[in-house]
């Protein structure tokens, strides 16, 4: 359930302010009557959305044994790849998201394209939505459907509610410290698909085992009740892991949080050079 909050949180908000940037900046410009564009965009994309979480349920479905295994190893995958490439765009972007996003909408505009600026709320609210749906598949394999429907549910509805506070003023959030503080809980969630993706595909034989349990310590800490059940379905904590799992789960993170640690000194260095 909390994998799946944290998810919808995330994925909403960055969505919500991406719209909201929209808004507000067609609003101050004077430009009002566009606002249906966008919202024809952004319900397109919702639809899409849904439509993607459908097929990969339904495809995931038609598979069995060793093949459901693989299906879900590679699902697993591929979304840690695509959730480390979404926490890194945005800890790049954060500096600079609104001005770029209110310079395509001037572009849009200024061309007289109804369908560019649809477009650009269309994209925007796909993007985050195809990811909500690949994640959430992966989410439904670490704790129950109706856990995780209802963390999805919970935390796209905070979004929406803290997207319509900040688009209306009456609310501040400090986006910096929130993608701060989620980015890394994304990651140490990324870190523990990575290890299960592995885990599922050594269970189908497509993936060698080295040393089946390096240790096991289900006996102070049970992987599969209480507080070991809530660590392993959030962070993929695993009482006795395979060696090459847990390679990868600390290789990841240590490269993972650096990188992300070391992005704004990045950027600093570059402003520099170019100044």
Same mark, same amino acid.
């Given at each position: 359930m909390a994998q799946s909050f944290l998810i919808t949180l995330r994925e909403g908000i960055e969505a919500a302010l991406i719209v909201g940037i929209i808004l507000a900046f067609l609003a101050r410009t004077n430009n009002g009557e566009q606002f249906p564009k966008v919202w024809w965009g952004?319900?397109?994309?919702?639809? +899409?959305?849904?439509?993607?979480?459908?097929?990969?349920?339904?495809?995931?479905?038609?598979?069995? #044994?060793q093949g459901e295994e693989?299906?879900?190893?590679?699902?697993?995958?591929?979304? +840690?790849? +695509?959730?480390?490439?979404?926490?890194?765009?945005m800890k790049h972007q954060a500096t600079n998201i609104r001005a770029h996003l209110e310079a395509q909408v001037t572009a849009a505009i200024s061309g007289g394209s109804a369908l560019a600026l649809g477009l650009l709320a269309f994209v925007a609210v796909a993007r985050e939505g195809l990811e909500t749906a690949l994640f959430m598949f992966t989410a439904v394999r670490t704790s129950s459907p109706l856990e995780s429907a209802l963390g999805g549910i919970l935390g796209l509805a905070l979004a929406v509610a803290l997207g319509?506070?900040?688009?209306?003023?009456?609310?501040?959030?400090?986006?910096?410290?929130?993608?701060?503080?989620? @980015?890394?809980?994304?990651?140490?969630?990324?870190?523990?698909?990575?290890?299960?993706?592995?885990?599922?595909?050594?269970?189908? @034989?497509?993936?060698?085992?080295? %040393?089946?349990?390096?240790?096991? %310590?289900?006996?102070?800490?049970?992987?599969?009740? #209480?507080? #070991?059940?809530?660590?392993?379905a959030l962070f993929g904590y695993n009482g006795n892991p395979e060696l090459i799992e847990a390679l990868a789960y +600390?290789?990841?993170?240590?490269?993972?949080?650096?990188?992300?640690?070391?992005?704004?000194?990045?950027?600093?260095?570059?402003?520099?050079?170019?100044?």
């Open positions: 952004t319900v397109a994309a919702v639809i +899409v959305s849904i439509v993607a979480g459908g097929v990969i349920f339904v495809v995931a479905g038609e598979f069995s #044994g693989i299906f879900e190893g590679l699902a697993m995958l591929t979304a +840690v790849a +695509v959730l480390s490439y979404m926490v890194i765009w319509y506070l900040l688009f209306k003023g009456s609310h501040r959030l400090n986006l910096r410290v929130f993608f701060n503080v989620t @980015g890394v809980l994304l990651i140490l969630f990324a870190a523990g698909l990575l290890a299960r993706g592995i885990h599922e595909l050594q269970e189908a @034989g497509a993936f060698p085992i080295l %040393i089946e349990h390096i240790w096991d %310590i289900n006996n102070v800490l049970n992987e599969k009740e #209480g507080m #070991g059940s809530f660590l392993k +600390v290789a990841y993170l240590v490269t993972a949080l650096t990188y992300f640690f070391r992005i704004p000194r990045l950027a600093a260095s570059q402003a520099e050079e170019r100044a």
